[in-house]
């Protein structure tokens, strides 16, 4: 087997642990909070990117106004985000996370770091030392080919 298929094979096993386990704990947590796909979409995104107007959520997850105007009203009555008045443009609504909805994000991306914790815990520091290095070459070497065909 060449360097590059050893390679290939290598980051495919780990890809497939990885999104195996992360996506058994995003379906945990969703069952956990009553949350779908679509609420967790929205709550993350504005989480990571602060308040944001439902057209730019609706555009950001490819669905209309009207549907993510739908689950943008579930989320109000949930209580996991409010309506405030655009400061630029009082005619416009901008969405924000409420305490409660910041609570619920925070719990599952600590569920997450939790899990990679635990697994640093299963290596002596060398180790981790040498997994840093590599992973941080294969991060560098995946933002070069974002935008590339």
Known sequence: ???????????????KIYMH????DFKRFMEETGLS???VNILMRLFHGGMSGVSEIGEQMG?????????????VQMGMIRRTEDPQDRRAKK??????GRVIIEK???ARSKWIENLADNLNPDQ????????????EAALKTINSP
């Open 1 to 15: 087997m060449s360097p590059t298929e050893e390679f290939s094979k290598v980051v495919r096993e780990w890809a």
């Open 21 to 24: 386990r992360s996506m058994s």
């Open 37 to 39: 796909f679509s609420h």
């Open 63 to 75: 669905i209309t106004n009207a549907a993510a105007s739908q689950t943008v009203d579930r989320l």
């Open 95 to 100: 969405l924000e996370l409420t305490q409660e």
């Open 108 to 110: 599952g991306v600590d």
């Open 128 to 139: 981790q030392e040498m997994i840093t290095s590599a992973l941080t070459l294969l991060t």
